[in-house]
């Protein structure tokens, strides 16, 4: 028997271990090699198939002898000892080559990215300082003892009253149509229309804007079961931004104690539009 070393390999079976890998490799590549050449050597179809079957299956069977040795010598190779000291060699992943290594293009990247944030987060708080936002009728100067109590707003308001309030607003705005629907029970969704420029699909909450898409006059607001599409987004950029803009508008200006003012200005945004088409149409 070869001799065993203290960490518990056999020397000897681990040399013929890699003999054996290299001729399983050789035997794999045999079958490859005879799978390329494919039949010929032969004078009819029916000698080549013998002659490629029968030496196809000497290659599997050399395939299959070098994968058993390969499985008895690993048994016999001997599992190594998890304490055996590495000595320097644990080291060599603690010394990288320092060419080799882009530690300074990172730090300089890192470096350059929080100055970048440090400017940016500065110019947002002084913006944010500027245009704090007021979302409480009360006035900053008034002590907190005589300060009024601020009444106690709800979302649920009746659907005829919003009913009434986007009829009124619908007689205010003559360019513009307005179609009100409630698939989805009492929430109300409006389906706007803009002369020929666009379309505008609200989802309101009782009387308050929750969400609101731009789309083109002549692309398609609904979908195959009949229902507005609140989800897609417009197939051209433009609406895609006048959405977004549309978007920070509501969430920048909010009125809570009046609802209704805060949709008749939403509307109002749309009278510019209607004015830049009718005077850019060929009848104008």
Not at 16 to 35: G, M, P, T
Not at 59 to 84: A, Y
Not at 241 to 260: C, E, I, R, S
């Amino acid at each position: 028997m070869a001799d065993v070393l203290s960490v518990g390999v056999n020397l000897e079976a681990f040399a013929q271990a890699i003999s054996a890998i290299q001729a399983l490799r050789s035997s794999v590549s045999r079958v490859f090699d005879c799978l390329k050449d494919g039949m010929r050597n032969k004078e009819t179809l029916e000698g080549r198939e013998k002659a490629f079957i029968a030496h196809f299956q000497d290659n599997l069977q050399s395939v299959n002898r070098d994968l058993n040795e390969l499985e008895r010598l690993s048994n016999l190779v001997g599992k190594p000892s998890e304490n055996h000291p590495l000595h320097n060699s644990g080291l060599l992943s603690l010394d990288p080559v320092q060419d080799k290594t882009p530690l300074y293009s990172q730090l300089l990247q890192a470096y350059k990215w929080s100055n970048k944030l440090q400017y940016h987060a500065g110019l947002a708080s002084g913006l944010l300082n500027q245009q704090s936002l007021k979302r409480s009728a009360n006035q900053m100067g008034v002590s907190a003892k005589r300060r009024p109590k601020a009444q106690p707003t709800t979302l649920v308001l009746p659907p005829q009253y919003v009913d009434d309030v986007i009829s009124r607003i619908d007689r205010m705005f003559p360019e513009m149509s307005i179609h009100l629907s409630r698939p989805n029970g009492t929430s109300a969704m409006l389906l706007v229309t803009l002369g020929k420029v666009l379309k505008v699909i609200v989802v309101m909450r009782s009387l308050f804007i929750d969400r609101t898409i731009v789309k083109g006059y002549n692309e398609n607001v609904y979908t195959e079961d009949g229902k507005l599409d609140i989800w897609s987004k417009s197939n051209y950029q433009v609406f895609q931004k006048v959405t977004d803009h549309a978007t920070t508008a509501l969430l920048h200006y909010q009125l809570p104690q009046m609802p209704d003012v805060v949709v008749r200005s939403f509307m109002l945004l749309g009278e510019p539009v209607v004015h830049f088409s009718e005077c850019t149409s060929p009848a104008y």
